[in-house]
């Protein structure tokens, strides 16, 4: 049986008065019936991971490069990110994807150093409004996913997000029959690659446009076992209900 799972992306924003988000989101879930984790800004992981300290929300980076350490300036390794107090890290987000030339071999890359220094690696995948038009989706799935995820993975240290391109931050979310067809695909692969065992106790989350409004339709998806959300985690006001609605 999987744990749900309810992920926060902060992305580029948040400084410290934002931690009171967080203090707010740990009292309204004091034993959540799912994982809560939150990955503020690199420069809010310590003192998030501080604030958090006994709570049930876990914490995680947003990246992490793929050496331990060296001439990478501006980069942070996983080493860092765990000191910091992360458990976990997001890898592959689309947005990292286009900003800064991602490749799926430097996905997979950070992602197994990320698992060999202790962190859980929620790796993203997801097709763009072309390339779905021209129905390609799954295609472009089943190639992020073989060449972005490492081998040598477990239910434990392997998240996928599956986010379509076009959903995130737009308001437009795919039919449940869209991701229902996405989230099988890809429990298919992780079976075939892993082996029942492992492929079936990886979570597979949805990411794009999740809110309050829509969560409870989209966790009623088979093989959805969680989301990882955008804008509505910055607010314990809107990430809380989507929390509840996983429970
Ligand atoms: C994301 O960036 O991972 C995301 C899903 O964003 P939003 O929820 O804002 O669409």
């Known amino acids: 049986m999987r744990r749900k799972l309810a992920a926060g992306n902060w992305k580029m924003n948040g400084t410290g008065?934002?931690?009171?988000?967080?203090?707010?989101?740990?009292?309204?879930?004091?034993?959540?019936?799912?994982?809560?984790?939150?990955?503020?800004?690199?420069?809010?992981?310590?003192?998030?991971?501080?604030?958090?300290?006994?709570?049930?929300?876990?914490?995680?980076?947003?990246?992490?490069?793929?050496?331990?350490s060296g001439a990478h300036t501006g980069d942070i390794s996983a080493e860092m990110l765990s000191d910091a107090g992360a458990t976990h890290v997001?890898?592959?987000?689309?947005?990292?994807?286009?900003?800064?030339?991602?490749?799926?071999?430097?996905?997979?890359?950070?992602?197994?150093?990320?698992?060999?220094?202790?962190?859980?690696?929620?790796?993203?995948?997801?097709?763009?409004?072309?390339?779905?038009?021209?129905?390609?989706?799954?295609?472009?799935?089943?190639?992020?996913?073989?060449?972005?995820?490492?081998?040598l993975v477990t239910g434990e240290t392997l998240v996928i997000a599956y986010e379509p391109i076009w959903a995130i931050g737009t308001g437009l979310t795919p039919t449940a029959d869209q991701i229902g067809e996405v989230h099988a695909f890809i429990r298919a692969r992780l079976e075939r690659r892993f082996g029942a065992g492992v492929g079936r106790s990886v979570r597979i989350l949805y990411g794009g446009s999740v809110k309050?409004?829509?969560?409870?339709?989209?966790?009623?998806?088979?093989?959805?076992?969680?989301?990882?959300?955008?804008?509505?985690s910055l607010h314990a006001c809107d990430f809380s209900p989507i929390v509840s609605a996983l429970e």
Do not use: M, W, Y
């Open 90 to 151: 997001i890898l592959g987000h689309s947005e990292r994807r286009a900003d800064h030339g991602e490749t799926d071999e430097d996905v997979r890359a950070k992602a197994r150093h990320a698992i060999d220094s202790g962190l859980t690696a929620i790796i993203c995948v997801g097709e763009s409004l072309a390339e779905r038009e021209a129905a390609n989706t799954l295609d472009i799935i089943g190639g992020q996913l073989a060449g972005s995820v490492p081998d």
């Open 17 to 68: 008065a934002a931690l009171a988000e967080l203090e707010a989101l740990a009292a309204a879930h004091p034993d959540p019936g799912c994982d809560i984790v939150i990955c503020p800004p690199a420069t809010l992981i310590h003192r998030a991971s501080t604030a958090t300290r006994g709570t049930a929300i876990a914490i995680g980076g947003q990246d992490c490069h793929a050496a331990a």
């Open 212 to 232: 309050p409004s829509n969560a409870a339709e989209i966790f009623a998806v088979p093989d959805v076992d969680g989301a990882l959300v955008g804008g509505a």
